[in-house]
């Protein structure tokens, strides 16, 4: 068995099994008056592991990473394959309602994250805007790359309607 300690209302847990079914190491972050969803995840070629979802308020990823967000703002994060330990954590996102729905790790261990965000949302210097201001979803597929440790470009749709994706493969 295992145990992990959470913080209230829904959290994040990211967890991992040996071959065998045996709990190896099991992490979570959040907070206690906020939901907070690890939505997708993916592994580099080093085991480690790559969770993206969304958080809201002062998120402590393990010792290593405090996330703070005013709205409800999407995330990456990564527990190191070694220590089973949060080991990176950063948030993207706007004024209103963002969310990492799914992401994917390429052959050089970069990025690619989708999800959807409402009116405007940021990636370091890139931002997005759906266009006319509504509460319509709006997707996003956005690149970080992990040797500079900086997103390098993000994409998103506009129009009306909600436009939600779901995974990625690349």
Known sequence: SILVQ????????????????????AVSAGT??????????????YDNVYGTG?????????????VNT?????????????????DMAMRFGGFDVDVGWDLAVDNYDNLYVTGFFQNITEFDA???SSG????NAKFFLAYYNTTSLG???????RGNGNAV?????V
Request: charged residues 20%; proline residues 2%; negative net charge.
């Open 151 to 157: 997103w390098e470009w993000a994409t998103g749709s």
């Open 6 to 25: 959470t913080q209230g209302e829904g959290d994040i847990l990211i967890a991992k099994l040996s071959k065998t079914g045996s709990w190896e190491w």
């Open 32 to 45: 206690a008056i906020y939901y907070d969803e690890c939505r997708g995840v993916a592994v580099d070629s």
């Open 165 to 169: 994706p779901y995974q990625i493969i």
């Open 70 to 86: 005013t709205g409800y703002d999407g995330y990456i994060a990564r527990v190191n394959a070694t220590t089973g330990e949060f």
């Open 126 to 128: 890139v931002q997005l």
């Open 54 to 66: 969304y958080i809201r308020g002062d998120v402590q990823f393990g010792n290593t990473s405090q």
């Open 132 to 135: 006319n201001p509504s509460d």
